[in-house]
T-cell receptor
Framework: DAKTTQPPSMDCAEGRAANLPCNHS???????VYWYRQIHSQGPQYIIH???NNETNEMASLIITEDRKSSTLILPHATLRDTAVYYC????????????FGSGTRLQVQP | DSGVTQTPKHLITATGQRVTLRCSPR?????VYWYQQSLDQGLQFLIQ???????AKGNILERFSAQQFPDLHSELNLSSLELGDSALYFC????????????????FGPGTRLTVL
């Protein structure tokens, strides 16, 4: 699986969009980008995943650059409950293997 | 609520002891994963079971073992405990859909916090 690089921490004002970047410059053609988050010592929670097209669900949007070397997770209207560590994970398998977590980005949503 | 349950929530024990952590996956999920999260190591994969059989091992110590039972619940056994084993232990399950897209979301339980004194 390709390695990912994320900023260690970010702040965002409540109600504003939170844009969390992830670099995965060694990603290969069949690898997907996944995002999970962990709210203060709770179990990690799946957010979204994508291959090359932008994706949106009820939680967030995922923007993947055309060369697929980086992506951005967007929380459109951040709330205090979105304060968490966000993990960007690249996976090339059929989803039958364990997740490899890096250090993630600690997002602090400020009131 | 992810549908994955773990017991106990907290466990305090002494060095040298043995403990068992229990995980019940979501209904219908055949795959169970165990992860360890300590302050200095982050979230690390320990072991995976699929339908009762061990599928993959990660950074699991020889003092640790696991199994998955016919009803698909899983237990993680930690023995000869050391101070450094203090951590959060998470269980996750997934259904493993074989049809494309190859997406098998993992659902995590609330974790067991183990403190070794």
């Amino acid at each position: 699986d390709a390695k990912t690089t994320q900023p260690p921490s970010m702040d965002c004002a409540e109600g504003r969009a939170a844009n969390l970047p992830c670099n995965h410059s060694t990603i290969s053609g069949n690898e997907y980008v996944y995002w999970y988050r962990q709210i203060h010592s709770q179990g990690p929670q799946y957010i979204i995943h994508g291959l090359k097209n932008n994706e949106t669900n009820e939680m967030a949007s995922l923007i993947i650059t055309e060369d697929r070397k980086s992506s951005t997770l967007i929380l459109p209207h951040a709330t205090l409950r979105d304060t968490a560590v966000y993990y960007c994970i690249v996976r090339g398998d059929t989803g039958r293997r364990a997740l490899t977590f890096g250090s993630g980005t600690r997002l602090q949503v400020q009131p | 609520d992810s549908g994955v349950t773990q017991t106990p929530k907290h466990l305090i024990t002494a060095t040298g002891q043995r403990v068992t952590l229990r995980c019940s996956p979501r209904s219908g999920d055949l795959s169970v994963y165990w992860y360890q999260q300590s302050l200095d190591q982050g979230l690390q994969f320990l072991i995976q079971y699929y339908n009762g059989e061990e599928r993959a091992k990660g950074n699991i110590l020889e003092r640790f073992s696991a199994q998955q039972f016919p009803d698909l619940h899983s237990e993680l056994n930690l023995s000869s405990l050391e101070l450094g084993d203090s951590a959060l232990y998470f269980c996750a399950s997934s259904v493993e859909i074989s049809s494309p897209p190859p997406h098998n979301e993992q659902f995590f339980g609330p974790g067991t916090r183990l403190t070794v004194l």
